[in-house]
């Protein structure tokens, strides 16, 4: 018994087989046409160029005879020798292209008619210097004829092989057209056999398929009772069989898992709905397909009027709209920066403050679905925040003017006092400078980053160069640098284009960066400070031999009272760069650090490029 396998093999198999035939004839045919026309180009064309250029070379043999005979001897003979070569030379081509009967004969002919008319010229020439009238009647009675008979037998070369040139392409035609007629009835027969499969196949197939595709109907609309007849013994019908074998193993899982799927769905709905967080579900087109109460109550609508409008409808909000396309066109989470991640929303004429990440939905078949949108509400701790940093800044400002009056008792003290002190009560009193130094840094430092995260920091932005910049921060160093023997270098290409920035505060970031590097580097060490173009960005490093940054502290190198310990190094306040960090936000550009311990570090900030002078005026 065949098989549908080997049904749909042996009818295709005849239709490749007859395709197969016609490829062999059709190449084979081809080959002959391909062969004939070979033939006519290079078996007659040699011969006929031979011809042609004999008597081109004959013509002008004759001439020079005329011009002998008119009284130009020289020329006429320079003419004639000149030719002479040429008709010799396409002479023996032709002789060793004879490829067609009666060639051989006509060639004969011309070289005896040659070689007589080669004498006949040479007696006209002697006969010339005598006696110019016999010489006239030589040309005409015994030169002119071997000129008329070798040209004529030229002239019959050439036709011949055009001749041959005419049958031969006609013969090329009736096997074109023998070609054409052959792969036609093949084709035909091609056609005709595999119409007629395909409607056998179509009888075969069409009536179980048709019976499983409405099966299949029945199914996806929730009937999962139904069954399809089972017709014949092949694999039609196997797959028959395994369908209603399917559909009712699909029935029973219906029917056993339809309850706990139903409870699932409402476990996880209630646990959506009672959440404190904000979540809103959109779908790859950013329609609003699942809203819980709070997110509902952080933007005042109702949870039935926003299904299926777009999220921008309801949000309003640009920043959030781009990362959500962001997260759509990626796939993934989109990489969003510290602060940016912040949506404020107003509400009865105050401000609520939102912390909100965004999560791709895959489906089962891992193709995205869509996004969930967390929203937690931050808006206590940004009060916190502010609260924080209101009492920060009022009490170092407070400091401020008691540790001024304190540093200049000091001062008179040492300046005025010093000799009268005992070794030990200078000791104290040197301590007591110190300390009120550092607590003077420290004030100064937190009125700084209290008044950039109030925004109130001044940036006066001018384009400038970063060796500029360079230069004025290594020398503040240079001393320091100096005095625990570190070789403090500066790496800068030359073309490295200018900055929008402003100088004074970038110079104290690089200072910062600079003093860090030499705080925590061993006597003998090396800072570098290096530059490069990236895209539109200049980033400057700051790189040091030292001891690097613990791995656990790294992610809080940037915060706010965070210091490195170890290395016998003092520390500072632990503000330097958390202000570095906001002072390069302020810049719009970014800082980061690469370290590793016991491998140095090396802390790089971005800058934007400064604008050219074709940019500024287009």
């Known amino acids: 018994m065949k098989t549908f396998r080997s049904k749909v093999f042996l009818g295709f198999g005849a239709s490749l087989f007859l395709m197969v035939m016609i490829l062999a004839v059709a190449m084979f045919l081809i080959l002959r046409l391909g062969r004939a026309s070979e033939s006519i180009l290079q078996e007659n064309y040699r011969s006929i160029l031979a011809a042609e250029n004999m008597i081109d070379a004959i013509e002008r043999q004759d001439s020079g005879v005329l011009l002998m005979l008119s009284g130009f001897v020289e020329l006429g003979l320079s003419e004639f020798r000149h030719n ?227 999220i921008f409808e309801v949000a309003r909000q640009e920043r959030l709209l781009n990362f959500l396309k962001q997260s759509l066109e990626s796939g993934q989470a989109p990489k969003i920066k510290e602060g940016d991640d912040v949506l404020v929303v107003q509400a009865d004429g105050a401000s609520q403050y939102f912390q909100f990440s965004i999560v791709p939905l895959r489906t089962p078949s891992a193709s995205l679905g869509g996004l969930v ?105 240079k001393t320091q640098a100096e005095a625990k023997k570190i070789t403090l270098a500066v790496n800068l290409p030359p073309d490295l284009p200018a900055v929008t920035a402003d100088p004074g505060k970038i110079v104290w970031v690089l200072v910062n960066l600079l003093a860090n590097a030499v705080r925590f580097t061993p006597e003998g060490g090396h800072v570098s400070l290096s530059g490069e173009r990236v895209g539109g960005q200049v980033q400057l490093a700051v790189t040091d031999d030292g001891q690097g940054v613990p791995v656990e502290v790294q992610p809080r190198i940037f915060d706010k009272f965070v210091q490195v310990k170890g290395g016998g190094a003092i520390g500072g306040s632990g503000l330097g760069l958390a202000i570095c960090r906001e002072i390069v936000r302020a810049h719009r550009g970014v800082i980061w650090l690469d370290s590793a311990p016991g491998s140095g570090s090396t802390f790089t900030f971005a800058l934007p490029m400064a604008p050219t002078s074709e940019e500024i005026f287009t």
């Open 84 to 310: 002479e070569n040429f008709f010799l030379q396409w002479l023996g081509r032709a002789k060793d292209n004879i490829t067609i009967a009666g060639e051989s004969d006509i060639i004969d002919s011309i070289e005896k008619s040659y070689s007589q008319y080669l004498i006949a010229v040479s007696n006209f020439r002697l006969t010339l210097e005598k006696d110019h009238q016999r010489a006239a009647a030589s040309y005409h009675d015994a030169i002119l004829p071997l000129f008329r008979s070798i040209r004529d037998n030229c002239v019959r070369l050439r036709d011949l092989n055009h001749e041959t040139m005419y049958a031969a392409s006609s013969r090329a035609n009736k096997l074109a057209v023998q070609t054409v007629v052959s792969m036609s009835v093949i084709g035909a027969v091609a056609v005709m056999l595999g119409i007629g499969f395909s409607f056998f196949l179509s009888h075969l197939i069409s009536r179980p398929v048709s019976e499983l595709t409405e099966a299949a109907l029945h199914i996806a609309q929730g009937d999962y009772g139904v069954q399809v007849p089972v017709r014949g013994s092949g694999e039609l019908a196997l797959l028959t069989e395994e369908f209603n074998r399917m559909t009712d193993k699909l029935r029973q899982y219906h029917e056993l898992n339809i309850g706990q799927v139903m409870a699932e769905k409402s476990k996880s709905e209630a646990i959506v709905q009672s959440m404190d967080d904000g979540i809103m579900v959109v779908d790859d087109k950013l329609l609003i397909s699942n809203i819980n109460p709070k997110a509902a109550q952080i933007f005042q609508v109702s949870r039935e009027d926003v299904l299926g409008k777009h």
């Open 373 to 477: 949108l967390l929203l937690r509400d931050i808006t206590r701790l940004h009060e916190l925040d502010r609260l924080k940093s209101e009492f920060v800044m009022i009490a170092s400002h407070e400091l401020r003017t008691p540790l001024t009056s304190i540093n200049l008792a000091v001062d008179i003290l040492r300046e005025s006092a010093t000799e009268r002190l005992t070794d030990k009560e200078r000791g104290l009193l040197d301590a007591c400078h110190e300390d009120v130094q550092r607590l003077r840094a420290l004030v100064n430092d937190l009125l700084d980053l209290s008044k950039i995260e109030a925004g109130k920091l001044e940036l006066a932005f001018e384009s400038v160069t970063p060796a500029f910049l360079a230069d004025q921060a290594v020398v503040v160093m």
